[in-house]
């Protein structure tokens, strides 16, 4: 994707970075009024009364504060002063567990209900001076800062810390209050086209992959008004035809073994294969698999781990939390696997569920599932179209990652030229 148009940066303009003739070099401690770890946890008198308390569970990885989960801690009021947040606090995570989340930070904005918030202990809270727009400092630090900080953090009993000393010694190019004003204009003006494109991608995404269950739905009003013929599976396939004991009749020879985890749900994919020697598998390895077998799963099926079975894991072995299906002459695999997905057969599963401790199908009622079933012709001619739609969908995601990763990279390089002066 081509971005020149979001940018629209002049390379003669960029070249000169005139804005930085006035700027000067400040280390992050002299932009600072405060510099303070947050609080411990709750107060051992229950009577005091609760704060919310903002952790680094909190701020999620695009900058920003998820306050909807915010833990309640019972804090002395002596205490509450002291680490309450002000709106243009800027919060920083300095020790977690994950390597990634250091150096993670957000800018608190005081939310219109007036609540007072705290910050936990595992948050250092920078409140900036008058030399530096809050937001200047923010979006400097969630750039140049998560640089400087991926070979400053150390590790101590598994838990990463930063080191805080040396992160206040980070030098911060600082041009005038009102240069830094414009320059963050700038970067959210850019950063909110980019985001739109963002979202209308997304949302592109969202109306192909509706198109697959509209169309089921639409194939079963069919059948409802057409007075297509109905069918039971037990009818149409054959159910769990072949066993296998490995431990007893292949202990020696090895196997690729498919798990519920091992097939994705609502997508029909197969992935994460074990290979087992037959002696060491597990007790539910036991139903054999062939070349355009179903597998749907009778755990939860509401999940749609459902999938047909390639000819890379013909003759092995799934788990018995499947039921291993068949198709006779009358059916057609993939349109059956349609089927599975559609609304019409997850209700029918739910409805059999109904009352039980188990979310789960036993085999009697796997056979009692009936699905509409048109001529063999028909069958192709639904297959074709509900495949031309998966393959729009499948290539659509596709494209979003890689737009995701375009956005990203294209965030850094505009925060990279705001802090040069090249942002005009």
């Not at 946890?41 to 998820?66: A, C, F, Q, W």
């Not at 980019?194 to 991608?201: F, G, P, S, T």
């Not at 109904?354 to 789960?360: D, F, M, T, V, W």
Request: proline share 5%.
């Amino acid at each position: 994707m081509i971005w020149s148009h979001i940018l629209k940066v002049n390379p003669r303009q960029m070249s000169e970075k005139k804005y930085l003739k006035s700027w000067q070099i400040k280390k992050l401690r002299e932009v600072l009024i405060l510099n303070q770890s947050g609080i411990w946890g709750d107060e051992p008198d229950k009577n005091k009364k609760s704060y919310p308390v903002i952790r680094s569970t909190e701020m999620t990885h695009d900058g920003h504060l998820d306050l909807t989960s915010v833990a309640l801690r019972h804090i002395n009021e002596d205490k509450v002063d002291r680490f309450s947040l002000n709106g243009g606090d800027i919060l920083i995570v300095k020790s977690s567990g994950s390597s990634s989340l250091i150096g993670r930070c957000a800018l608190f904005k005081q939310p219109s209900d007036k609540i007072t918030y705290l910050f936990s202990n595992f948050v250092q809270r920078l409140r900036p001076n008058n030399l530096i727009s809050p937001k200047f400092l923010y979006y400097f630090l969630n750039f140049e800062g998560r640089k400087f900080v991926e070979y400053l953090h150390t590790t101590t009993t598994g838990l990463r810390n930063l080191p805080i000393k040396q992160y206040l010694e980070l030098q911060i190019p600082l041009p005038p209050i009102i240069e830094q004003l414009r320059i963050v204009k700038k970067i959210e003006e850019l950063f909110e086209k980019i985001d739109k494109a963002k979202r209308l991608r997304e949302e592109a995404i969202k109306e192909t992959e509706s198109l697959i269950p509209s169309a089921l739905s639409q194939f079963i009003y069919q059948a409802e008004k057409g007075g297509w013929n109905y069918a039971e599976l037990k009818d149409i396939t054959y159910i769990n035809r072949e066993t296998r004991n490995p431990t007893k009749e292949i202990p020696n020879e090895e196997f690729k073994y498919i798990d519920i985890t091992s097939v994705e749900q609502q997508t029909g994919r197969i992935k994460n294969i074990q290979s087992i020697i037959g002696k060491n598998a597990p007790s539910r390895a036991r139903r054999i698999v062939y070349k355009d077998d179903i597998i749907m799963s009778m755990v939860r099926p509401y999940l749609k781990a459902f999938a047909i079975i390639p000819e890379n894991y013909n003759n092995q072995i799934c788990s018995t939390g499947f039921a291993v299906l068949t198709c006779k002459k009358e059916i057609i695999p993939k349109y059956l696997l349609h089927m599975l997905f559609s609304d019409y057969t997850i209700e029918q599963c739910n409805n059999m569920m109904l009352g039980a401790h188990y979310p789960a199908l036993n085999n009697n009622q796997v056979s009692k599932i009936k699905i509409p079933l048109p001529s063999v012709s028909d069958q192709n001619r639904i297959v074709k179209y509900l495949d031309s739609v998966q393959s729009k969908v499948e290539s659509l995601k596709e494209l979003q990652q890689e737009t995701q990763k375009e956005i990203e990279n294209l965030k850094k390089s505009i925060l990279d030229r705001a802090f040069k002066g090249e942002l005009v």
